[in-house]
């Protein structure tokens, strides 16, 4: 399956920042996405990473809030933007293969003080 | 209808016992079933997966049982180890492509030694 860098693997962030999570995978991929997990909680779609155009959110995730990018089919970047307390949570990035499903990176630790 | 029900939410087995996790699904457009297990700091790893054309797939220790008819699909783990803790996810899919992807709420596996 596709090996998935993750970085930074957890960050502590004053409230009304904005944090940068990258996501780089050893071989090119289709289809990337990012996830939110809340302490305890299982897993929830924030967006399509699309190469070349604009991703493809789910309900109750925007924009302005996550953006995200993603120049070729190895790299996408999420940022959480204008932090509060409520984004404190684990944010996964994940590829799909036919072969191997889902793959998912280690995730970051996020912590909004 | 795009709900994946999970149960128990938590379950602790002695070492060498069988650990059982059942899911149920509405939407009889899903067709295909994986299993995740998460560690405490990493990403969920694919554990086995099942499409509704089969009843039952064992790779292991692990086996899933697929009943289509009451749209419930399970993991057993036999012979649990220590090493089996951890957290597990079922999920379903509609399509081979990762979208439409629906994540269970996850079932919390203790193993004592």
């Known amino acids: 399956s596709a090996v998935i860098s993750q970085k930074p693997s957890r960050d502590i962030c004053q409230r009304g920042t904005s944090l940068t999570i990258q996501c780089q995978v050893d071989?090119?991929?289709?289809?990337m996405f990012w996830y939110r997990q809340q302490p305890g909680q299982s897993l929830t779609l924030i967006a399509t990473?699309?190469?070349?155009?604009?991703?493809?959110?789910e309900s109750g995730f925007v924009i302005d809030k996550f953006p995200i990018s993603r120049p070729n089919l190895t790299f996408s970047t999420l940022t959480v933007s204008n932090m509060s307390p409520e984004d404190s949570s684990i944010y996964l990035c994940?590829?799909?293969?036919?072969?191997?499903?889902?793959?998912f990176g280690s995730g970051t630790r996020l912590t909004v003080v | 209808q795009q709900q994946v029900k999970q149960s128990p939410q938590s379950l602790i087995v002695q070492k060498g016992g069988i650990s059982i996790i059942n899911c149920a699904y509405e939407?009889?457009?899903?067709?295909?079933f994986p299993w995740y297990q998460q560690f405490p700091g990493k990403g969920p790893a694919l554990l086995i997966a099942?499409?509704?054309?089969?009843s039952e797939k064992k790779e292991g220790r692990f086996t899933i049982s697929f009943n289509k008819s009451a749209k419930q699909f399970s993991l057993h783990i036999m012979d649990s180890q220590p090493g089996d803790s951890a957290t597990y996810f079922c999920?379903?899919?509609?399509?081979?492509?990762?979208?439409?992807?629906?994540f269970g709420p996850g079932t919390r596996l203790s193993v004592l030694p």
């Open positions: 939407n009889t457009a899903f067709d295909y």
């Open positions: 990473a699309n190469q070349g155009s604009e991703a493809t959110y």
């Open positions: 999920a379903a899919s509609i399509d081979n492509y990762g979208q439409n992807f629906v």
């Open positions: 071989s090119q991929v289709t289809m």
């Open positions: 099942i499409r509704p054309d089969v």
């Open positions: 994940s590829v799909f293969s036919l072969n191997y499903g889902y793959t």
